[in-house]
C-alpha cells in the first residue's frame, strides 16, 4: 500500500456508458478528490465482461474538457477503455481508477458477466487501486444520492490507504434512501435460472432471448454481499485477480505426469 | 466428486469458431467418451471472456447430426452457448463441458479475456466438470495432435474423478512435439504491456489497434503455469467461481460502517 501524496489523477469509465447517469453523478463526487479523466464507452456494453476488441480499430474522442476533468467516448468496451487510457490517453499513471456507478447489480456470480467489474479488474492488473461501483436499480432514471455519498467514502478509504496488490473492489449498493451502513464481505455463491425466452422470427426459425432471475445458493450464509444487501447494506467484496483454487493444486497431482524420453 | 455410471454427454465449445481446427480435433477423440453435443459461435469470438450477448436475439442452426454426434452454430459468445445449450439444446444434463482446443495460449491472466475460459467458466457455474483447452500457437492450421493426446489424459481424469464443486480446469499445452509431460500449477502473475498501435484515417482521425506482448512479472516461480510452459510441459491450472480475495476481507474492516438511526 501507498499513500497518494500529489493531486490524485482519478480514470474513470463504465459499462452503460459516458451518458449514463450513474457516471455523471460519481465524476461529480470525485472532482472533490483530484483530476478526473474520464474514457468511458459511446453506448451501453453492459454484460461485456473483461471482452476486448480486437477486429475493429479504437477511436477515442474528446467530449469534454475544462478544469479538473477530461472525458473521451471510445468505441469499445470498458477494458478497451481502461488500457486505450492508461497506454494512449493519460500524461501520467493514475492514481485511481473508478468504474460505474453501474445501473444494476454486480453482486456474487454477476461479477464474471459484468463489464462494469471488468474495467476495475483492467485497472488492477495494470496496478493501480481500483474500484467497481453498482448500485441494485436498473433503471435510466435511478436516484444515485445514497450511492454516491456510500462510493464517497470507499474513494476516501483508498486514496489514504491504498489497497493490497492485486486486489480490487466490488461495491453494491441497494436500492432506495433505507441504507443503515456498508460491510466488507465474501461473494455469494450462486446462479443465474431459466435463461431463455423462445420466439418465432416471420421466416419461422426459432430464436432465444437471454433473460432469467439470480439465485443465492447459500442464503444461511450471513458473511455474504447478497446477504447483507438483503439486510440494506452495502457490500464491498476484495477480489483477486488470481483465479487459481490453491487447494485444488494437491487434489489434481494425479494428472502430474512425466513422460519417458526415449 | 461423483463418479459417471452411464455413457456421458460431453458439450463442446470454443471461441474461434465451429468450423476451426481444434474443434475438430478434440470432437474426434471425445467421441470415444460419450455422445458429443458442438454448440460453437458461427465465427471467432477471441477476446470474448465471459460476454453475453443481450441486444440481439440468439439462433441455434443445426448443421451436423450422425451416431453420438450433433453440431450447432450460434450467432453468440462461448458463454451464450454454454448457457442456450444447458438450457435449451441439450436433452440432458451433460456430465463435462470442454472448451477448446484454442488456437493460442490462456495462460496465466489470459484466463480473464479468454472466450474459451468464458466458457468454461460458464459450465462450473452450471454445476458441470469443465475444462478449457489451448495450445500455444496462433496458427489457423496448427497440429493438434499432441495437444489432443494430453487433452485426452485430462478428460479421463475428470470423467473417472469429477472435480470439485465450483472448480474448473485451464489447460495449456506448448507447441511442438518436444512436450515432456504434465503439471497442475498456479496461474503466474503477469501483464500486457505496450498494447496499442496507433494510425491515423483518410479523414486524419487518429485510431488504435490493440496489440503487445505478454510478460511474466514472476520468472523466477517455479510454480507456475508460465514457468512449467516454458519447460515444455502442459499446464493444468484449476480455477475458482470466487473471486473473493478472503485475507483481504479483515484488512478493510475499517470500511465496515453502521449508519446511526434517527
Redesign the interface.
Known sequence: MENIKHRPLILVTNDDGIKAGGIVAVVRMLKSFGDVVVVAPNQSY?????????KV????KLVKESEGLKAYKVNGTP??CV??AL??LLDRRPDLIVSGINHGSNSS?S???SGTM?AA?EGA???IPSIGLSLLNYSYEADFTHAVMFAE??VK?VID?GL?D??YL?VNVPDGMN?????????A?G??V???V??EDPRH??????TGHFKNLEPEAIDTDEYVLSEGYVS???????????P??D?????????QVQ
Open positions: 453492459s454484460g461485456m465482461s473483461h471482452a476486448i476488441t480486437v480499430p479504437l477511436y477515442a477494458v478497451d488500457k486505450l497506454n494512449k456470480i461479477i464474471h458477466y471488468g479488474r492488473l495494470g496496478g467514502r470507499v478509504h490507504n493490497p492485486h486486489t466490488n441504507v443503515k451502513g456498508m460491510k466488507v464481505v465474501r461473494q455463491h446462479r443465474w431459466e435463461e431463455f423462445e420466439r426459425r426459432k430464436y432465444y432471448w437471454l464491498v467484496v476484495p477480489c483477486l485477480l488470481d483465479a487459481t483454487s490453491h485444488v493444486i487434489q489434481l497431482k494425479g494428472l502430474n505426469h512425466e513422460l
